[in-house]
């Protein structure tokens, strides 16, 4: 990744912290389309679907045939990892889905959201080798203030007292922390895949590999494809083009920007955003804890990209990720 100037950084995470407010009310979203009765693999396939419209595709034609596809920020690679990269982002991101929704059923939502925003972990260690982004002090400290904030946000607890509760918890943790590994590693290849392709044609690879993946999920837990009220149609649409196409592709765009560490941090707004919505829409009311957690993730993220801003990763090796 080669240096950017202040302002184009700034732009970037400016889109970045968009993104991550963006992403945070895909749970508050999911949760509407299943009053609605749309299951929640059901829901997260009609998420790619629903974002692989006509607009999208055509805007990924058009700039393609204009020459606008190589990302401005890095060399080109060849075509086989770029594309190995493209592929590789919808799969994970497509895990992640499916983790995630099935995790959530199965245990507590504060447990499945704490840990599944262990992700940025599973994203500093693997840019630190691959990508060569320094694991500063004030990274670590960031970082632990942002995950302690999400922690006491999301009240999570893993004392099981009921026996016959007990595996379904196990499972569903695990599902949720299988969760931050899948979302994880999808930053790393779509941070890959941006060396070489803009934001838009990696959405377009990430919704077109992803859709028929979470078609198969959907038919392998016997769910419904359509809700059974036509209003879960609407959340879903806000899902799939609202959610999908902005969040996430202000994500990839803030990917080929900045380092993908940093970045993972400021993801960590999505449950602080899930949570005000949640207060707002269904009177989930936050308690003094809680406002004490969001404030730790704004610290945190604030700290780690006053760090991120004096720091510049080395270039990657020749024929390394995306070299």
Request: proline fraction near 5%; include cysteine; aromatic fraction near 8%.
């Amino acid at each position: 990744m080669t240096d950017i100037s202040p302002r184009a950084r700034a732009v970037a995470l400016g889109v970045a912290v968009l993104a991550a407010c963006v992403l945070g009310f895909a749970a508050i979203l999911v949760r509407l389309a299943e009053d609605a009765g749309a299951g929640p693999q059901t829901a997260a396939f009609w998420r790619f679907a629903l974002a692989a419209g006509p607009l999208l595709l055509a805007l990924a034609i058009r700039e393609a045939r204009a020459g606008r596809a190589a990302a401005p920020d890095g060399p080109t690679p060849s075509a086989a990892p770029a594309y190995v990269f493209l592929v590789l982002s919808g799969v994970l991101f497509a895990g992640d889905m499916a983790t995630w929704h099935a995790g959530i059923v199965r245990t507590t939502a504060a447990n499945a959201t704490l840990l599944a925003t262990l992700a940025p972990v599973v994203v500093a260690v693997a840019a630190w080798i691959l990508f060569g982004e320094r694991i500063t002090g004030g990274f670590v400290l960031g970082a632990a203030l942002a995950v302690a904030g999400a922690a006491a946000l999301s009240g999570a607890t893993f004392s099981y007292t009921d026996p016959d509760e007990r595996l379904s918890r196990l499972i569903g943790d695990g599902l949720s922390l299988l969760t931050a590994f899948w979302y994880g590693s999808y930053m790393l290849a779509v941070k890959a895949a941006r060396r070489s392709h803009s934001a838009l044609v990696v959405m377009v690879w990430v919704t077109l590999v992803g859709a028929p993946l979470m078609a198969i999920t959907t038919l392998a837990f016997g769910e419904d494809f359509s809700p059974a009220e036509p209003i879960g149609w609407l959340w879903l649409l806000i899902l799939g083009v609202g959610v999908h196409v902005g969040g996430q592709g202000g994500l990839a765009y803030a990917l080929g920007k900045l380092p993908a560490g940093a970045t993972s941090i400021v993801v960590l707004l999505q449950p602080v955003v899930s949570a005000a919505a949640a207060w707002i829409l269904f009177a989930e009311a936050l308690g003094p804890l809680q406002l004490a957690g969001a404030a730790l993730v704004i610290a945190g993220i604030v700290v780690v990209q006053r760090t991120a801003g004096a720091a510049t990763p080395r270039r990657l090796a020749k024929g390394g990720p995306g070299g």
